[in-house]
């Protein structure tokens, strides 16, 4: 199929009449679509159903930074505190996941089957996580507050560093669960001991 235009023509039209349902935003400069973004309205958050981006006519830099504006947008008129998502493509994720790394440095790829993806308010990840759940090996941390890190490949898992008391563990994310004002992050705890606990991490995306 990605050799064929018309048959790529029918597929992305294909999907805008399976979203037509959603709400959807457009983004313009000098007459010229720089892309769509079409959101569910859920309980708690909104969702972002599909993003579609014109990379012929703009640079990835502009692309995203389009894509934030309507975000703010988004969240300020349902009056919501975040923006979630899902990669559902299956197509080459791993460069579209470096890709999203990148240049979208408001976004947070969590390591769960679902591929989860959380957006913030401020740029370059600064997000703090606090540490809300534990167990015995990891009851130390209960309340601190840490910031993750870059992923790395351990033993055929994907695990992510965070900074917990000036020192580095290393988080191997299993479940997120999406409440009305953050999101918690299951999964096991490592510290540079070989220690392991289980442990819930708390993001807040919005500023507080």
Known sequence: MRGSRSLRQRK????????????????EENDK?????????????????????????????????????????ALKNHNKNYLKSEIRRTYKIDSYKKWIERYDRRAIIFNDHKNSVVWCNTEGMSAKFEVVGVNGATEHLMGKEGVLRNTHQEHGSLLREIILNDEVHLLDEKSVD???????????????????????????PQDE
Request: net charge positive; charged share 25%; with cysteine.
């Open 178 to 204: 999406f409440l009305p004002s953050c999101v918690l992050i299951h999964g096991y705890l490592s510290d540079n001991k070989k220690k392991a606990g289980r442990i819930v991490l708390k993001f807040i």
């Open 33 to 73: 679509v720089i892309g769509f973004v079409f959101l569910e309205i859920e309980e708690h958050c909104l969702d972002v159903n599909f993003i579609f981006g014109v990379r012929k006519n703009f640079t990835s830099k502009k692309l995203i930074k389009a894509t934030h504006a309507i975000f703010d947008l």
């Open 12 to 27: 992305i039209k294909e999907i805008f009449e399976e979203f037509s349902t959603r709400e959807i935003y457009k983004a």
